[in-house]
């Protein structure tokens, strides 16, 4: 039987919602392991209702799950153990999150200086970087609910394709970062 080709790579996923889980999804596809590290009550995701019930099986396929509180001395500890064997670190929360957790890149790559990190955000860097970026958000705010609607009358379209768009990015420069590594033997940013 062929080997998938990311069977060895290790990614340790801090995520929720599409996004990211969609990065991870694809990576873990193509046979990474992904640990999905998520807080006590579980991935808020898991509780969607309606027409966002499915997001947590559908975008978390093929990964292992780990309940950290990483607030504890006991969870910082061992998320930095398991970094320490990772090839990729992603997250998807809003900015500064992972600083002051100490999980950023700055913070990681003297722990890890393979180590690829890959941050999922709806808004770069300005006056929007703090906002929650919803797909429909986005898709009101980019145009395209303008051209899948009516004139006069802007619609979402079916699915989060900004969403889904963004994890997909995500994977393709996780991919990009790793043929990198493999030149330099160093990691980095995404």
Do not use: W
Not at 95 to 100: G, N, Q, S, V, Y
Not at 114 to 127: A, D, E, N, Q, T
Not at 143 to 156: H, I, K, N, S, V
């Amino acid at each position: 039987m062929n080997k998938l080709p990311f069977e060895g790579l290790r990614v340790v996923e801090f995520t929720h919602m599409v996004m990211g889980p969609t990065c991870g999804m694809v990576l873990a596809d193509l046979g990474a392991e992904v640990i999905k590290v998520e807080p006590p009550a579980g991935d808020n995701t898991r509780r969607l209702l309606g027409s966002g019930a499915g997001f947590y099986p559908l975008f978390n396929r093929n990964k292992k799950s780990l309940v950290l509180d990483l607030q504890s001395p006991e969870g910082k500890e061992a998320v930095l153990k398991l970094i320490a064997t990772a090839d990729v670190v992603s997250e998807n929360f809003k900015p500064e999150t992972m600083k002051k957790l100490g999980l950023d890149y700055q913070s990681l790559k003297t722990l890890n200086p393979r180590l690829i990190h890959v941050s999922h955000k709806g808004f770069l860097p300005g006056p929007y970087d703090h906002r929650t970026a919803l797909d429909e958000v986005v898709q009101m705010m980019g145009g395209l609910a303008y051209m899948t609607g009516r004139p006069g009358d802007p619609l979402r379209a079916g699915s989060s394709v900004n969403d889904i768009m963004g994890g997909l990015f995500g994977a393709i420069g996780v991919m990009a970062a790793l043929s990198a590594r493999e030149k330099t033997g160093e990691g980095s940013e995404v």
